[in-house]
T-cell receptor, first 112, second 115 residues
Framework: EDKVVQSPLSLVVHEGDTVTLNCSYEVTNFRSLLWYKQEKKAPTFLFMLTSSGIEKKSGRLSSILDKKELFSILNITATQTGDSAVYLC????????????FGPGTRLSVLP | DTEVTQTPKHLVMGMTNKKSLKCEQHMGHRAMYWYKQKAKKPPELMFV???????INESVPSRFSPECPNSSLLNLHLHALQPEDSALYLCASSQVGGGGTGELFFGEGSRLTVL
């Protein structure tokens, strides 16, 4: 069974801190790994990673994938209260049909 | 146009009602998905349509009936639901293909309450 695990499940930090969120996976027929941010409504896309070792960066957020060790990390530097959200990791697989398997999410709370 | 539009945004129904959730996208995506999300849980896959054909059905009870009338539309027909079916129902779409097909685009969701 395809599985995506995230850690920590929740995290409380203060503004200005740097955080690292972890995602590991055990799947067959891996295609890509995606990070999403979810506040009150639908998840919003952050990054898609397909190749090992290539960092994707967007402002204060960055992410990297290790396909040998089967994990990815999402870094957020200089956190702000607006970063408070659930961060979801999803792996795209193709097992008798295309699918995206989600991890449980990391709930990040950034305090002022 | 990079939107997935879902209607209605909120729905309250009784256990004997029949209602439908609707989803539309005009990005030319040929894979469309229904996910169910309970509070403080990740999205759980219900159905996947690929080229308008049902490709994945994750053992969803028959009181949920999906329909893909064309490449832009996806419906979820609801009948005789239970209170535990109350959740946020998310529609999503993506390209079909190999090697990392790209982003899964989500709609805003339909929040369903079953009384």
């Amino acid at each position: 069974e395809d599985k995506v695990v995230q850690s920590p499940l929740s995290l409380v930090v203060h503004e200005g801190d740097t955080v690292t969120l972890n995602c590991s996976y055990e799947v067959t027929n891996f295609r890509s790994l995606l990070w999403y941010k979810q506040e009150k409504k639908a998840p919003t896309f952050l990054f898609m990673l397909t190749s090992s070792g290539i960092e994707k960066k967007s402002g204060r957020l960055s992410s990297i994938l290790d396909k040998k060790e089967l994990f990815s990390i999402l870094n957020i530097t200089a956190t702000q209260t607006g970063d408070s959200a659930v961060y979801l990791c999803a792996v795209e697989v193709d097992n008798y049909g295309q699918n995206f398997v989600f991890g449980p999410g990391t709930r990040l709370s950034v305090l002022p | 146009d990079t939107e997935v539009t879902q209607t209605p945004k909120h729905l309250v129904m009784g256990m004997t009602n029949k209602k439908s959730l609707k989803c539309e996208q005009h990005m030319g995506h040929r894979a469309m998905y229904w996910y169910k999300q309970k509070a403080k849980k990740p999205p759980e896959l219900m159905f996947v349509y690929s080229y308008e054909k049902l490709s994945i059905n994750e053992s969803v009870p028959s009181r949920f009936s999906p329909e893909c009338p064309n490449s832009s539309l996806l419906n979820l027909h609801l009948h005789a639901l239970q209170p535990e079916d109350s959740a946020l129902y998310l529609c999503a779409s993506s390209q079909v293909g190999g090697g990392g097909t790209g982003e899964l685009f989500f709609g805003e969701g339909s929040r369903l309450t079953v009384l």
